[in-house]
């Protein structure tokens, strides 16, 4: 059985634009975050 997963990510973030590509380590937000939810 496959499992799918809905990761939901604001561009707009007031507090911090672009959030989801912000690098972290050489590597945007968001795939550190889809690499936690593997």
């Known amino acids: 059985m496959k499992v799918q997963v809905y990761i939901p990510s ?3 973030s007031t507090r ?4 989801p590509l912000a ?3 050489g590597l945007p937000m968001i795939c550190h975050v ?3 939810a593997n």
């Open 16 to 19: 911090l634009p672009g959030k």
């Open 23 to 25: 690098d972290i380590n």
């Open 10 to 12: 604001r561009m707009a």
């Open 34 to 36: 889809v690499n936690r």
